[in-house]
């Protein structure tokens, strides 16, 4: 398993141009599999499940940047915030209310990204360009000092269309250049575009995505029981 993680692993890299994160997802996967891609030099792990990602953490080196990349519920905030080095999908003032309040109360600043409803499909996640720009001017909002927002997350509709799935990202990195240019414009840790997973990175990087997401084509198939 170890071999294959990290020829899996080699194999993704070559793929990704420099100044592509690589967030290795290793949701429901054993800690063995992910020291085994640590073994391979990967550092930036994804998890999706707040007590999954903090069972996790002391079980493995601290030099590791924990990103949080699932539906976060503010119950379940205060397992990560001690730790958490970005949580990708914040999607509510609520929900931002809520991380800047543990991770004051850990003494931190906690990167998060705002996540954008992107695809077609019908899904609650995610903010609509509307409900994004009301998050930003929300008074409040520039008060929460102890979350950093790094940037914009988002996920394609689970297609075999190539046009749509373009179109899907081009979407997010649309809103993205838009925010860098006008609220963000002083912000240089505005810079992150999080998009694309096993099977379709390859158009993200191409729409612009400086962050991928990719767990099946490193860890292998996820058996959900
Ligand atoms: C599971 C997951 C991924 C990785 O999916 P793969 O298809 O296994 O690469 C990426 N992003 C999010 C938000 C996920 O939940």
């Known amino acids: ?87 990708h999908a914040v999607d509510s003032l609520k929900l931002l209310r809520e991380i800047n309040k543990r991770a004051q109360q850990n003494d931190r600043v906690i990167d998060c990204l705002l996540q954008l409803r992107i695809a077609k499909e019908e899904t609650k996640f995610g903010l609509t360009p509307d409900a994004l720009s009301s998050l930003l001017e929300a008074p409040e909002f520039a008060e929460l000092q102890h979350v950093r927002i790094r940037g914009l997350m988002g996920m394609a509709t689970f297609t075999e269309n190539q046009a749509q799935i373009k179109e899907e990202f081009a979407l997010l990195k649309d809103q993205f250049d838009r925010l860098q240019q006008d609220q963000f414009a002083d912000r240089d840790a505005f810079s992150v575009v999080s998009m694309g997973m096993s099977g379709d990175y390859a158009l993200a990087i191409e729409a612009g995505s400086n962050m991928v997401r990719i767990g099946s084509a490193i860890f292998g198939a996820r058996n959900y029981q």
């Open 1 to 87: 398993m170890a071999d294959t993680i990290a020829d899996n692993l080699s194999t993704v890299r070559a793929d990704l141009p420099e100044h592509v994160t690589l967030v290795a997802v290793s949701k429901t996967k054993p800690v063995s599999d992910l020291q085994a891609a640590y073994d391979a030099g990967q550092r930036v792990f994804g998890e999706n499940k707040a007590q999954e990602m903090a069972a996790k953490h002391p079980e493995l080196p601290n030099d590791i940047d924990w990103h949080f990349i699932g539906h976060l519920q503010t119950n379940k905030v205060k397992y990560i915030a001690p730790f958490a080095a970005m949580i």
